[in-house]
């Protein structure tokens, strides 16, 4: 059992479901699958499951600021 929890914590430290990614970068489901699309955010499928490198949204999130600015200059925040 406890190998299992240690697995488990190892997946959670290094992957993010759907909704973990969309609440920690702050934007919509349809802003959100549009970057997946795009192919500006990579997913993992493992059968039915769906997820999302850790680091590749920690690095987006700390990007967001300056992308908005470039991309949004009209829009204050």
């Given at each position: 059992?406890?190998?299992y929890e240690e697995q488990l914590k190892v997946?959670?430290?290094?992957f993010l479901s759907t909704q973990?990614?969309?609440?920690s970068l702050g934007v919509s489901k349809q802003c959100f699958h549009s970057l997946v699309a795009r192919g500006k955010?990579?997913?993992i499928r493992k059968g039915s499951a769906v997820l999302y490198y850790?680091?590749?949204i920690k690095e987006r999130k700390q990007q967001?600021?300056?992308l908005?600015?470039?991309?949004?200059p009209f829009q204050d925040g």
């Open positions: 059992m406890k190998n997946l959670n430290n290094l973990e990614a969309i609440d955010i990579q997913k850790a680091d590749e967001q600021p300056w908005r600015k470039k991309y949004r």
